[in-house]
């Protein structure tokens, strides 16, 4: 008569069993929740705005300009311990999440009035030219060549970046007058840009986004 073989394991060996799960598990979380190099994820999507992709050397203007705006508050608030301010929990959020978010809210809200720009054909005058070719030499200059090596983009490419800002800049203006509202209105923190988002897609790609070392990337 034949007998079916169960095999039979200890107490001690299913509890071995369960802590290498349990360690194995947190071992693959652990790796998810690491911190990433800005640097080393050039080349990938950052965040999907109407079915075009960004990258994230396409956010680099947005993330040292928040970078510097939030360092220039943390020196005000503790000169010598900078940290401290980027590490304060307040609204529920800590301000390095919060400030590293915002930037990407700037991104989108400069992605869609891009896409306007181009839509209606708008190009920029010689006069915006000069002015938006000033700013971002006032911008790679402050850099300066350690700023300029850790960011990882050219100067070529901060020029792109700077004429589209300029462009997203002019037709937000033409938007605004075309609905007889003041500029400011469709500003990333205005309410009229907020009812103006939802007519948008756009998705985050949190699994990198979350983990980038916001803060450290030019400072």
Same mark, same amino acid.
């Given at each position: ?42 080349? &990938?999507? *950052? !965040? ?14 947005? =993330? /040292?300009? #928040? %970078? ?36 990407? &809210?700037? *991104? !989108? ?14 190009? =920029? /005058?010689? #006069? %915006? ?38 462009? *997203? ?51």
């Amino acid at each position: 008569m034949k007998r079916n073989y169960m095999p039979r394991f200890s107490f001690s060996t299913a509890m071995f069993l369960l802590l290498a799960a349990v360690a194995l598990a947190s071992g693959f979380r652990a790796k998810s929740m690491e911190s990433i190099q800005f640097a080393e994820h050039l080349d &990938d999507t *950052a !965040v999907t705005v109407n079915g075009r992709e960004y990258r994230f050397r396409d956010l680099a203007v947005y =993330l /040292t300009y #928040q %970078e510097w705006a939030t360092q220039e508050q943390a020196k005000a608030y503790d000169l010598e311990h900078t940290s401290k301010y980027w590490n304060i929990h307040t609204n529920g959020s800590f301000v390095r999440v919060a400030a590293r978010n915002f930037a990407m &809210d700037r *991104a !989108v809200h400069d992605a869609i009035f891009y896409q306007m720009a181009l839509q209606d054909r708008l190009e =920029l /005058t010689p #006069q %915006e030219r000069q002015y938006m070719a000033n700013q971002k030499q006032d911008f790679w200059n402050d850099l300066e060549e350690e700023g300029q090596e850790r960011l990882g983009i050219p100067e070529t490419e901060i020029e792109t970046q700077f004429e589209q800002i300029a462009l *997203a800049q002019k037709a937000q203006q033409a938007y605004a007058d075309r609905e007889g509202v003041d500029n400011r209105e469709y500003d990333v923190d205005g309410s009229m840009y907020q009812e103006l988002l939802k007519q948008y897609t756009y998705e985050v790609n949190n699994k990198l986004w979350k983990r980038l070392n916001f803060g450290n990337i030019t400072l």
